[in-house]
Every structure is written in C-alpha cells, then in structure tokens.
C-alpha cells in the first residue's frame, strides 16, 4: 500500500465520533459557517487525551480565537487546574467571552487580552501545558517565550506544523509561500531543539508534541 490512511479508513475512524456536547457542536457549527479556524476534532481528542494523561495545573494557550481548544481543555483539567489563553481579537475575544459563560468550566478559564509577544514577557507564572496555535509567522518567537515559561517536563503542543499540506509540498500557492516558508524553517527548529524532546505527529493538520528535557 502507497498510503497507510485512504478515504475509507478516514470515514471509518470519523464513524466512531458521537460528541454529545451541544454547546462544542454549536462552536463547531458556528466555526464552519464563519470560516472561523478551529482545531480538528482528531486533533481536539488528541490535545484532551494529553490533558488528561498530564493532569496538568496551569496550562497557556496562546491563540484563544472563539474559545474552541479552550473550553475542551478546560473540561478535562482537573480541580483548582487553570487556563490562561491570550488573545489579541477584540472580536474573537467577544464571541470567547460568550461561549465560556455557556460553559460549566468559566472558573478554571482566564482570558488575557492583548498580543501573545507583548504579553508573554511578562508572565510571572510558569506552566505544565502549553498550546500554541498563534499566526505562524510569529511561531518561532513565540516558541522561545513559551520555552522560559515552560517548566521542566513540561509539555508543549504546536498546531498546524504540515499547513494544509504545503509544508510537504513542492507546490505551494502564491498566497501561502510566505506562511509556508515560516512553517517549514519553524519545524527544523522545533524538531532540533536541544531542550525538546519532540515529534511531528500527522493529526489534523500536523501536530508538533514537544517534552521540555532540559
């Protein structure tokens, strides 16, 4: 077989999911009808599963949008655990705000309003979990914001890292050469960093899952 994954495993492994949360499916909807980018819901298990087996007690997201990734890591945090996610939308920030009132988990969510590069510098805390899915052409500095606030064994998550395809791709429309370029120099990066230990991992629209070691 050319391929491990072909259309009919990929709508059989889809069969399984039955999500029940009806306010995830209205962010889902409302996601898809405004074109507004959110995670996968293979990535979105794979990020809860991580949560889950981490048991974390301060996780940082860093790209907030509509709450999506937010209110799922949320929910499976465990007691007195908490969130920060930074957001830099005064839009998204407004419709997140709506979608965490509706949740039963706005106490462990705290939402910093401004850009993740002005912001992260003067963070006090450190973390156990953090998210990254910001724009990519700030990824790597970013990257290295999120390593002085991660603690040791801590984990990092970083969305995005195949872009559609086109980091693996020779042919890369015009409009997203740029992007692209910052993806691909952003793996090398993050694949190599000596304080990691890292992996791509090819859920959703690629995963970079990294172990602070150092």
């Known amino acids: 077989m050319s391929k491990i994954l072909y259309t009919s495993q990929e709508n059989y ?7 029940i949360d009806e306010l995830i499916i209205e962010m889902e909807e409302f996601a898809k009808k405004g074109k507004v980018p959110i995670l996968t819901p293979d990535s979105a298990q794979f990020l809860e599963q991580l ?4 048991k974390p007690k301060r ?8 709450a999506y990734s937010t209110i799922r890591i949320a929910k499976n945090l465990k007691k007195k655990s908490v969130i920060d996610t930074i957001e830099v939308s005064k839009e998204n920030i407004k419709k997140a705000k709506f979608y965490i009132d509706k949740s039963n988990v ?3 969510i705290n939402i910093i309003e401004g850009d993740a590069l002005e912001v992260m ?7 156990d979990f953090i998210f990254l899915d910001a724009d990519k052409e700030d990824y790597e500095k970013l990257f290295y914001f999120s390593l002085m606030l991660l603690k040791k ?3 990092i998550l970083v969305d995005n890292l195949l872009w559609h395809g086109y ?3 020779s042919k890369v429309p015009p409009k997203f050469r740029n992007s692209t370029k910052h993806v691909r120099n952003f793996n090398i990066l993050f694949l190599s960093h000596p304080t990691l230990k890292s992996t791509l991992l090819p859920i959703g629209d690629g995963l970079g899952l990294g172990i602070k070691i150092k």
């Open 13 to 19: 492994i889809k069969s399984f999911r039955n999500e």
């Open 51 to 54: 949560i889950t087996i981490h």
């Open 59 to 66: 996780v940082l997201e860093i790209g907030c949008a509509i």
């Open 106 to 108: 706005k106490d462990k």
């Open 121 to 127: 510098p003067n963070l006090s805390n450190k973390y």
């Open 153 to 155: 064994n801590g984990i």
């Open 167 to 169: 980091a693996a791709s």
